[in-house]
T-cell receptor, first 111, second 116 residues
Framework: KQEVTQIPAALSVPEGENLVLNCSFT??????LQWFRQDPGKGLTSLLL?????REQTSGRLNASLDKSSGRSTLYIAASQPGDSATYLC??????????FGKGTHLIIQP | SAVISQKPSRDICQRGTSLTIQCQVD?????MFWYRQQPGQSLTLIAT?????????ESGFVIDKFPISRPNLTFSTLTVSNMSPEDSSIYLC?????????????FGPGTRLTVL
């Protein structure tokens, strides 16, 4: 059974810093890896999707990497802004099995 | 992408009653999923709902407690039956959208359920 761990559980940094969120998983036979953000009281917003055959994806200030051999993914946020404050979730799977989620990293960017 | 709406957005219910949550998608999709997010926890898959077939439930979830309907390719309902305070959670539906190169999941805004 796939297990997904996210470190750190919470992070608070001043505005402008670059930061890295970590996600590790136990089963490297994955289909997709998705990073989401969840804002309080709201649903999930898909940020980046990395297919099993890919190593990384970029969208604006976000960059996600995937290393299946080590069972790790990272989400890099450049030049953080207060609007980046949210919970960031890593999820693996896809297809008929749905997604397996980590518990998330609660991120606060201090103005 | 896909735009997903859910009704109700939140509800407060009494123990022993049932609540049906609706999920509407703006395009036809084969796979729809229902997830639960308990307070302070991450999302857990309840079941997969494909049109024209019975829903497939994950370990720990049963049809009598969480009956699901999928009458067409844009709509699904999840019922939380005989509710107890332990059912207080956010319930989210999601869909998988297929492109030429990849499949991606999108989520609705969720239904926040409180059971007294």
């Amino acid at each position: 059974k796939q297990e997904v761990t996210q470190i750190p559980a919470a992070l608070s940094v001043p505005e402008g810093e670059n930061l890295v969120l970590n996600c590790s998983f136990t089963d490297s036979a994955i289909y997709n890896l998705q990073w989401f953000r969840q804002d309080p009281g709201k649903g999930l917003t898909s940020l980046l999707l990395i297919q099993s055959s890919q190593r990384e994806q970029t969208s604006g200030r976000l960059n996600a990497s995937l290393d299946k051999s080590s069972g790790r993914s990272t989400l890099y946020i450049a030049a953080s802004q207060p609007g980046d404050s949210a919970t960031y979730l890593c999820a693996l799977g896809g297809g008929a099995d749905g997604l397996t989620f980590g518990k998330g990293t609660h991120l606060i960017i201090q103005p | 992408s896909a735009v997903i709406s859910q009704k109700p957005s939140r509800d407060i219910c009494q123990r022993g009653t049932s609540l049906t949550i609706q999920c509407q998608v703006d395009s036809q999709v084969t796979m729809m999923f229902w997830y639960r997010q308990q307070p302070g926890q991450s999302l857990t898959l309840i079941a997969t709902a494909n049109q024209g077939s019975e829903a497939t439930y994950e370990s720990g979830f049963v049809i009598d407690k969480f009956p699901i309907s999928r009458p067409n390719l844009t709509f699904s309902t999840l019922t939380v039956s005989n509710m107890s305070p332990e059912d207080s959670s956010i319930y989210l539906c999601s869909v998988e959208v297929h492109s030429v190169t990849f499949n991606e999941q999108f989520f609705g805004p969720g239904t926040r359920l409180t059971v007294l």
